[in-house]
């Protein structure tokens, strides 16, 4: 089984910065793809950011040039760096990522708990 926790919502002013972690822990043989997304009250879910095990990162329009998204293999831990927040950046943050056990099975999509921004104007 694999388990997904994520760290580093909180609130902050309009401008600020936040770092978001994500570390998979379990029964691990290798992860796919890694990414965040985020659901704001009302809206559905949206892609933010993902990064493939080959480092390849895909944006959301919304957040280049203002997010980054990085990862850590050795750790199994994916980051969002986000810079220059607004307010339209307030959501709950959710990681997501591809994880298989062994060689021979699927990779299984696996979904953090949630982490809440906050940006104050």
């Known amino acids: 089984q694999v388990q997904v926790v994520e760290s580093g919502g909180g609130l902050v002013q309009s401008g600020g910065s936040l770092r978001l972690s994500c570390a998979a822990s379990?029964?691990?043989?290798?992860?796919?793809?890694m990414g965040w997304y985020r659901q704001a009250p009302g809206k559905e879910r949206e892609l933010v950011a993902s990064i493939t095990s080959g480092g390849i990162t895909n944006y959301a329009d919304s957040v280049k040039g203002r997010f980054t998204i990085s990862r850590d293999n050795a750790k199994n831990t994916v980051y969002l760096q986000m810079n220059s927040l607004n307010p339209e950046d307030t959501a709950v943050y959710y990681c997501?990522?591809?994880?298989?056990?062994?060689?021979?099975?699927?990779?299984?999509?696996?979904w953090g708990q949630g982490t809440l921004v906050t940006v104050s104007s």
């Open positions: 379990g029964s691990i043989f290798s992860i796919n793809a």
């Open positions: 997501n990522t591809h994880v298989r056990s062994s060689w021979y099975v699927r990779y299984l999509e696996v």
